[in-house]
Every structure is written in C-alpha cells, then in structure tokens.
C-alpha cells in the first residue's frame, strides 16, 4: 500500500509509509512566489494583447497600467461576447424557426 495520509490535527497530518511506519507529511511550499505571479500575469497580458493585434514592438513599450487597460478592455469585450452567444443559444431553445430567424434579425446592426 503507498502512503495514506491521515492525522488528528489538520496542522499535523502523518503518513503510513508502505512498511506500516508513520513519519509527518511535509508541508508543499507555495508553487510561485509572488514575483513570478507577477511575471506570469504580465507574460499573459503581453500575449492576450498580440493574439488581438497589438504589434509585439508596440506592445512592449505600454506601461504596465496601459496593458493592465488593454486587457481590462478585451477581457470585458469577451464576456459580452459569451453573454450575447448564451442568449442566443438560449433564445433558440424550444422557439419555432420563424421566431429564430426573427431574432437572427434583430441581433444583425445598422452596419
């Protein structure tokens, strides 16, 4: 059997090696530290703006306030977007096909 993890206190779990002897469970170390969640944020940020056009030469010169805009910006558009697709599945069900199509429609702009 490998080991089980159990304990009295939750601060203390022990674990039953396979030869049936116990020893404390070590604690995992916290996987980031705090600087590489800040690298890894920015690194996400850089990319979600080139993946929606923004130059890469371009995109290295904003400011971290002006990337953390821009993705504010797409992020918010992109849930509009899941908004609106969830509608409009929505709207599909149990409607007849006239009133799909008078929906279709509607959902079309002024362009």
């Known amino acids: ?23 404390k469970a070590l604690r995992k170390k916290r996987a980031t530290s705090p600087a590489d969640a800040f690298s890894d944020s920015l690194a996400t940020g850089v990319e979600l703006l080139i993946a929606h056009g923004h130059p890469p030469t371009v995109v290295w010169s904003y400011t971290i306030p002006a990337i953390q805009t821009y993705v504010d910006l797409i992020t918010a558009r992109q849930r509009q977007r899941l908004h609106d697709l969830t509608v409009a599945v929505r709207h599909t069900q149990g409607t007849d096909s006239k009133v799909f199509r008078e929906f279709l429609t509607s959902l079309q702009g002024d362009d």
Request: glycine share 14%; net charge positive; hydrophobic share 35%.
């Open 1 to 23: 059997m490998a080991g089980i993890c159990t304990g009295s206190k939750k601060s203390e779990p022990i674990v039953i090696r396979g030869d049936q002897s116990a020893a």
